[in-house]
Structures are given as C-alpha cells and as structure tokens.
C-alpha cells in the first residue's frame, strides 16, 4: 500500500494547529474564527487515518497551497472536500492552475485567528507564505527540520537555487522579521517541528551567508 498521513495531532502549546506527516513531509490544519480547518500543504496520501482524524476535528473549508511547488496533493484534496476554497498565493495562480486545472482564491479570504498572521517573505520567487503565531512560524520550502526530532533547522537543499530570487533583499528581511518576532518553533513542511529557545538565532545563522 503506498504511503499515507498519519493522524493529525493538535501541535503542544500551539492551540487549534494540528499536523500529520508522511515520510518526511507534512501536512498541517489550522482552525479559522469560524471554527472550520484550512488545510495548509495537502500531502498527496490522504487515507483513512488521516480522513478520520479530521472528522473528529471539525468541516475542512480551505485548502491551502502555500507556494507554486506544493501542488501534487490538490487534485486529491479537492476530490475529497469539493466544498474546500481552493486558496494559493497569487503569485502562483497561474502556474498552479496550469498544472492542476483547479482555480485558486487569494489568502487575503482565510478567516485566521487574531493568533496567526499570513506572512510574505521578500526576495523569494515561488510565491511562498508563511503562517505565524507569535512564537511559530510554518513555512514550506525556506527551511526544513531534521529526519527525527531533536535536531536543528537547516536550509531544504534546493531552497537557494529554486526559493530564492534576490538573497539580499531576503537575508535583509529575514534578519529584521526574525528581530522583530524571534520564534521558538518552527513546523516545517519538509522535517521534523524544531523547538528552541535560540530557533532565531538558528535561522539567522542559516540564512547569513546567502547570496
């Protein structure tokens, strides 16, 4: 049988964010103000564990394609909550239209919480959003945590060449955004969560000698 998500978890300390994972990819589910779930980085897999976990969470009404690579589940999710707004930067309409045939709505309609924040980094090229409490941060592609949990953040391989348009427009940025709100974990669509006091200081590190 091929591979499938686990169970979402609701995430320790981080009420109303719940993951599963497959392999090394992840898949999370936020609760918006209305108390549905968007659904942010479907991972291709979605089986019964996975299906039954979310009934007992709540109506899934968004599906969430945080950049222009995050694509491949979409046609399955979107099968399975026809329902679902179909959400992606806009930056990434086209391409991810292309790809799927599916037709995308801009994440300014997310109802989200007062607790999390739609950010968008600048000098990347894949349209990447992140979603930011005031002590987390998921991202997609930017960084990537370790095959088992207890390791550090490092940079996904292909990040450089493929995420980045303008490096020091986004080290600049990066280094200001992570000043002004330091996390302490990061849930990463490729890796294991990473939780640490010193997280920023851990990304400003990586993100030092880009360019």
């Not at 599963?20 to 609760?31: P, Y």
């Not at 491949?72 to 799927?100: D, N, Q, V, W």
Request: hydrophobic share 40%; proline share 9%.
């Amino acid at each position: 049988m091929p591979a499938q998500l686990t169970e979402f978890t609701e995430i320790p300390d981080l009420p109303g964010i719940y993951t599963a994972t497959k392999g090394g990819l992840r898949c999370n589910a936020i609760r918006l103000s209305d108390d549905t779930l968007c659904l942010h980085s479907p991972v291709a897999g979605f089986g019964d564990i996975a299906k039954s976990s979310l009934e007992t969470l709540g109506k899934v009404s968004a599906l969430l394609a945080p950049n222009q690579y995050h694509n491949k589940g979409l046609p399955e999710y979107a099968a399975t909550f026809p329902s679902a707004a179909l959400i992606a930067p806009m930056a990434c309409h086209e391409r991810l239209t292309k790809i799927t045939g599916l037709t995308f709505q801009s994440p300014a309609i997310l109802d989200l919480p007062d607790t999390v924040q739609i950010i968008t980094p600048e000098g990347l090229k894949t349209g990447e959003i992140w979603l930011c409490t005031k002590t987390a941060w998921l991202v997609t592609d930017a960084f990537a945590g370790p095959a088992k949990p207890g390791g550090d953040a490092t940079l996904l391989k292909t990040f450089p060449r493929y995420g980045i348009g303008d490096a020091q427009t986004y080290r600049q940025w990066i280094t200001k955004f992570i000043a002004k709100n330091p996390p302490t974990t990061l849930i990463p669509c490729h890796g294991a969560i990473v939780s640490d006091p010193k997280l920023g200081d851990q990304l400003r590190a990586l993100t030092s000698d880009l360019g």
